[in-house]
């Protein structure tokens, strides 16, 4: 991917292993929010699924020392990024976000994902994490479906307002587990 600033709206996937009350995290290395913990994920290709690339970001960015495949992903809702370039330009980041329960291999690292770390859901290093993640992941980890809309300066490293988060459904009933 190149240097050069984005523009206008970007689609991407961001994907979040997990076992019961744990979640995959790896530090991020390129382009935004650099340093943070994050799940996997990245821009989509053209032509290719949403689907598509988020199987396709995640075994890349992990080395295939996990493999997923499309019918792996559990689909829990779309965030928008809305961000800053340093030159004060506008665009949007789109990010469908799901979870794998059911995975083969161990995490692996690369020169974009270093140290996958399996974090519990109650300690997750939020001040480590991009500033709207406090805001919308636990509510994901819990089993929860929504669409937020996160508002970042340049270099998304603050937010230059409160996030809107709407919740879709009822909240789980019991814990997922891994099958």
Same mark, same amino acid.
């Given at each position: 991917?190149?240097?050069?600033?984005?523009?206008?709206?970007?689609?991407?996937?961001?994907? $979040?292993?997990?076992?019961?009350?744990l979640?995959?995290?790896?530090?991020?290395?390129?382009?935004?929010?650099?340093?943070?913990? #994050?799940?996997?994920?990245?821009?989509?290709?053209?032509?290719?699924?949403?689907?598509?690339?988020?199987?396709?970001? $995640? #075994?890349?960015?992990? #080395? %295939?020392? =996990?493999?997923?495949?499309?019918?792996?992903?559990?689909?829990?809702?779309?965030?928008?990024f *809305?961000?800053?370039?340093?030159?004060?330009?506008? $665009?949007?980041?789109?990010?469908? =976000?799901?979870?794998?329960w059911?995975?083969?291999?161990?995490?692996?690292?690369?020169?974009?994902?270093? #140290?996958?770390?399996? $974090?519990?859901?109650?300690? +997750?290093? +939020?001040?480590?994490?991009?500033?709207?993640?406090? *805001?919308?992941i636990? +509510?994901?980890?819990?089993? %929860?479906?929504?669409?937020?809309?996160?508002?970042?300066?340049?270099?998304?490293?603050?937010?230059?307002?409160?996030?809107?988060?709407?919740?879709?459904?009822?909240?789980?009933?019991?814990?997922?587990?891994?099958?």
């Open positions: 991917m190149s240097d050069q600033p984005f523009t206008g709206t970007v689609i991407c996937s961001l994907v $979040f292993l997990r076992q019961p009350g979640v995959l995290l790896a530090r991020k290395q390129k382009r935004l929010i650099i340093g943070c913990w #994050n799940g996997h994920g990245g821009r989509k290709e053209s032509g290719e699924s949403i689907l598509t690339t988020a199987a396709r970001e $995640f #075994n890349e960015e992990n #080395n %295939r020392g =996990v493999v997923i495949t499309e019918g792996d992903l559990e689909y829990v809702g779309v965030v928008y *809305h961000n800053q370039n340093e030159d004060g330009t506008e $665009f949007t980041v789109k990010v469908f =976000v799901y979870l794998v059911k995975w083969t291999g161990e995490p692996g690292e690369t020169d974009e994902m270093k #140290n996958p770390t399996w $974090f519990p859901d109650d300690k +997750l290093p +939020l001040d480590e994490m991009a500033p709207g993640d406090r *805001h919308w636990p +509510l994901v980890l819990a089993g %929860r479906k929504l669409i937020a809309h996160i508002y970042y300066g340049p270099k998304q490293k603050t937010m230059i307002k409160p996030p809107e988060i709407e919740i879709m459904g009822d909240p789980p009933s019991k814990p997922k587990t891994k099958d």
